[in-house]
C-alpha cells in the first residue's frame, strides 16, 4: 500500500532550510538578522533532537574568539527574539547545554526525512511531486561560515544527504509516472542537472527519446554525454550500449537502417540488453575515510590503511561487487563526495566515513547510504585502544566489514520481500529465500527453497543459492522435518554444485562443511570450514560452524574462541541463538555447567530458536541443579513437538560419548528421557 505525504501547513512556526533560510510564524514571514551564524545556530539545535552543550556549539561556529560564551549568548538573545513566543519559549536551558523545543514548530527538511523514511518505493505520484516542489534549492544557501572547519564539515554532509534525497525522489518519480508523458522529460531534465555522471538517469533518458521516436536528439545527447564523460574519465561505453537497446526496443525499423543490423533484430542484440539484469549483484563503494586531526580532514595513514583492509574483506566475501581501491581514491582526489560517487559508479551502496585520534584511543565513524533513497542504512562508531596500528586495522576493520555485510543483507533481504514473487531476478529471489530460511520453521524452509531454486533457475552460476538450498536439506535433516538419508545426500550434492559454481565462495565450503558434519566426516568438515574462514577471515557463519563442531565433539576451548569471533564479526545475525548455543555446549564439556546454563538460556530467549536449541537448554539447567526452571523449558519443548525427547535430541547431533552420557543421565529429571 503507498503511503500518501501532505507537507504540513504550520499555524505557528514554519522553518524552511531548503535554499536561503526562512522562517514564518502564522504564515506570515519574519524578518531576519544578517548574521550567518545566528541562522546557523537556529538550524542546527533545529536538527538536533538532544540537548547540545554550549561549549560544543561554541566550537561548532566559532574560530577561537576573544568571548565565545559571549559570542554566544548574544546569537541565543537575537534567535529567541525570533523563535519565542510570550509564555511560550522554544530555546530551553538544561544545565550547560540548550535544546530546541519543536513541538508547534515545522521544518521542511524533517518532514521530508518522515516521509522518506520507508523509502521513496512507499509513495505514490502526487507525494512525489509535492516533495520534489518542496526543494527551494541547497540546504542552507548562503549560511557558509569562513574558518569554521566543524560548521563546514556539517553543512557539507547535510547539503550531500538532502541533495541524495532530491536525486532519489527524482529518480522514483520518473518510474511511475507515463513515459510517453512530458513531464517525465522534465522530471529527468531535473535529475540531470543534479547528477550529471548518473548512468541510470542518462539510461532513463535515452529510453524516453527513444519512445518519442526522437532518434536524433537521442543521438546528440549521448555524443554530449559522451564527452562530458571522457572529460571526467568516466567510462560512456555502457551508454551507447543502453542506447542501442533502447532504439532496438522501440524504433527497431529505423534502427536497422541507422546501424545497419539486420532486420529482424538479432536475438543476441536482445540478450545482451537483458544480460544485466539476470546477472545483477548488490554493489558497494567504500570511500577513503578522512583522518580528523585538530578538526581539519587529512589524508593518508591509518585511515587510508583501514580503508584498504576494509575493501579487501569484503570482496574475499564474495556476497557483494566492490569497487577497487583505484577508483574510489581517485574519486576523492577530485573532491567527490560519497553520495556523488555512488551514483556516479551506479553502485546501490557507499560507505564512507572518518577516522580521529584522540588521548590514546582511536575512533572511527562510519555509515553506509542507500544511494537510490538517498537513506543512511547504518552508522556507527568504533573506538579501541591505540596501540600497534596492524591490531588497530585488525580489530576495527573486523567489526566494520561485518557489520557492513550483515546490514546489507539484511536490507536485501527487506527489500526482496516486498516485491511480487514473479517479478525477481536471481539476487532477489536468494534473498528471498533467505528471509524464509532463518525462521526455522517447516512451511518456510519449503517457501527458502522454493526462492532459491528460483535464483539457480534465473543464475546457475550464482553460487550463494546453492548455499541456501544446502542449508534448506540440511534444516530437514537436522530437525526432523523429512527422511534423514535423502535429506542428508540433498545437502551434499547443493553444496557441490556451489563449490562448481565458484570455488572461492567461502558460503560454498562452508555449506559443504555442514553437509559433511550431517554425513559424520568430521575431518573433511572441519577442512571445509577452515578453507572457508581463510578464504574471508570475516565470514561469521564460518567461524560460528567450526564452534558448532567443535563444541561437540572437538576441542571446546577452540568452539568457545570461534562462537565469540562469529558474534563479534556479526552481533546480530539471524544464526545468533546458534552461537550462543554453541558456546553453551562447549562449556557443559568443560564441566562448567552453571555458566553452561546461562548461555544456552541466551540462546532459547532468542525468536527463532528451534527445539534443538529450547532442549539443550533444559539439560543445561538441570546440570546446573535449576530443575523447576528446565521442566517450565520441558513444557515448551513438548508443546512444539510432543513426544519429544533425549533420543530425538542426541540423534540430531554428533556429541562425543562423555556428552552424551551427560545427557541421558540428567534427561529424567526433566521429563525428556
Not at 548461555?599 to 541443579?625: D, E, I, Q, T, Y
Request: aromatic residues 6%.
Amino acid at each position: 500500500m503507498e503511503a500518501i505525504v501532505e507537507m504540513p501547513v504550520e499555524s505557528d512556526l514554519q522553518l524552511n532550510l531548503l535554499g536561503p533560510l526562512t522562517l514564518s510564524r502564522g504564515r506570515r514571514p519574519v524578518a531576519l538578522p544578517p548574521s550567518r551564524k545566528v541562522r546557523a545556530l537556529i538550524a542546527y539545535l533545529a536538527l538536533t533532537p538532544q540537548a547540545v552543550a554550549r561549549r560544543q556549539l561554541c566550537e561548532l561556529l566559532w574560530d577561537l574568539p576573544n568571548d565565545p560564551r559571549g559570542e554566544l549568548r548574544w546569537a541565543l538573545s537575537k534567535a529567541r527574539a525570533l523563535l519565542d513566543a510570550p509564555g511560550r519559549p522554544r530555546l530551553l536551558a538544561e544545565g550547560d547545554a540548550l535544546r530546541l523545543d519543536r513541538e508547534g514548530l515545522a521544518v521542511d527538511v524533517l518532514a521530508i526525512d518522515a516521509a522518506l523514511h520507508a523509502g521513496p518505493a512507499t509513495l505514490d505520484a502526487g507525494s512525489l511531486r509535492t516533495l520534489a516542489a518542496g526543494f527551494g534549492g541547497d540546504f542552507l544557501e548562503g549560511v557558509d561560515i569562513e574558518r569554521s572547519t566543524p560548521w563546514s564539515a556539517w553543512l557539507i554532509g547535510r547539503r550531500r544527504h538532502y541533495r541524495a534525497a532530491r536525486i532519489a525522489i527524482l529518480e522514483q518519480l520518473t518510474r511511475m509516472l507515463d513515459p510517453t508523458d512530458d513531464e517525465t522529460l522534465a522530471v529527468l531534465e531535473q535529475w540531470l542537472q543534479l547528477a550529471p555522471f548518473e548512468r541510470r538517469a542518462h539510461e532513463a533518458m535515452l529510453d524516453a527519446l527513444a519512445r518519442r521516436g526522437r532518434l536524433r536528439e537521442g543521438d546528440e545527447h549521448l555524443a554530449a554525454t559522451a564527452r562530458q564523460f571522457e572529460a571526467e574519465g568516466q567510462d560512456w561505453a555502457p551508454l551507447g550500449h543502453a542506447w542501442r537497446a533502447a532504439r532496438l526496443r522501440h524504433a527497431p525499423g529505423l534502427t536497422a537502417q541507422v546501424l545497419q543490423v539486420p532486420d529482424p533484430v538479432p536475438a543476441i542484440a536482445i540478450a545482451e540488453a537483458v544480460a544485466p539484469a539476470l546477472q545483477r549483484r548488490a554493489s558497494i563503494a567504500v570511500m577513503p575515510f578522512a583522518e580528523q586531526a585538530r578538526g581539519v580532514a587529512a589524508r593518508g595513514g591509518l585511515a587510508d590503511g583501514l580503508v584498504h583492509d576494509v575493501i579487501t574483506r569484503l570482496a574475499k566475501l564474495r556476497s557483494v561487487f566492490v569497487i577497487a581501491q583505484g577508483t574510489v581514491f581517485a574519486l576523492d582526489a577530485r573532491n567527490v563526495g560519497a553520495e556523488d560517487a555512488g551514483r556516479a559508479l551506479d553502485v546501490d551502496y557507499v560507505a564512507s566515513g572518518s577516522l580521529r585520534r584522540d588521548a590514546g584511543q582511536v575512533s572511527v565513524n562510519v555509515q553506509l547510504a542507500d544511494t537510490r533513497s538517498g537513506r543512511i542504512v547504518w552508522a556507527e562508531v568504533f573506538a579501541t585502544r591505540l596501540g600497534d596500528p596492524f591490531e588497530v586495522l585488525d580489530e576495527i576493520g573486523n567489526r566494520i566489514v561485518g557489520s557492513i555485510a550483515s546490514q546489507i543483507e539484511v536490507a536485501e533481504r527487506n527489500r526482496a520481500i516486498l516485491k511480487a514473487p514473479n517479478s525477481l531476478d536471481a539476487w532477489e529471489a536468494y534473498h528471498r529465500g533467505l528471509w524464509h530460511m532463518v525462521r526455522f520453521n517447516g512451511d518456510d524452509n519449503v517457501q527458502a527453497r522454493h526462492y532459491f531454486e528460483q535464483a539457480v533457475r534465473l543464475d546457475p552460476g550464482f553460487a550463494r543459492p546453492y548455499a541456501g538450498l544446502s542449508f534448506t536439506h540440511f534444516q530437514d535433516a537436522f530437525l526432523g522435518w523429512s527422511d534423514r538419508e535423502p535429506a542428508v545426500e540433498a545437502a551434499y550434492r547443493s553444496a557441490s554444485q556451489g563449490l562448481l559454481a565458484d570455488d572461492l565462495d567461502p558460503a560454498s565450503h562452508w555449506a559443504l562443511g555442514r553437509a559433511q558434519w550431517l554425513r559424520g566426516r568430521i575431518g573433511e568438515s572441519l577442512a571445509e570450514l577452515d578453507t572457508a574462514v581463510a578464504l574471508s577471515p570475516n565470514f561469521a557463519l564460518g567461524h560460528y560452524t567450526l564452534a558448532f563442531v567443535h563444541a561437540q565433539s572437538g576441542d571446546p576451548r577452540t568452539a568457545i574462541r570461534a562462537s565469540d569471533h562469529s558474534r563479534d564479526l556479526s552481533p546480530f545475525d539471524p544464526m545468533l541463538f546458534a552461537m550462543l548455543a554453541s558456546r553453551a555446549m562447549a562449556l557443559m564439556r568443560l564441566g562448567r555447567h552453571e555458566e553452561a546454563a546461562d548461555w544456552a538460556m541466551k540462546a532459547a530467549a532468542r525468536p527463532n530458536a528451534h527445539v534443538h536449541v529450547v532442549s539443550f537448554a533444559a539439560h543445561s539447567l538441570a546440570l546446573a541443579g535449576r530443575v523447576a526452571e528446565a521442566r517450565t523449558l520441558t513444557a515448551s519443548v513438548r508443546r512444539q513437538r510432543p513426544g519429544y525427547g533425549v533420543d530425538d535430541f542426541l540423534k540430531a547431533f554428533r556429541f562425543d560419548e562423555d556428552a552424551e552420557r551427560l545427557m541421558r543421565g540428567v534427561a529424567p529429571r526433566v521429563a525428556l528421557d
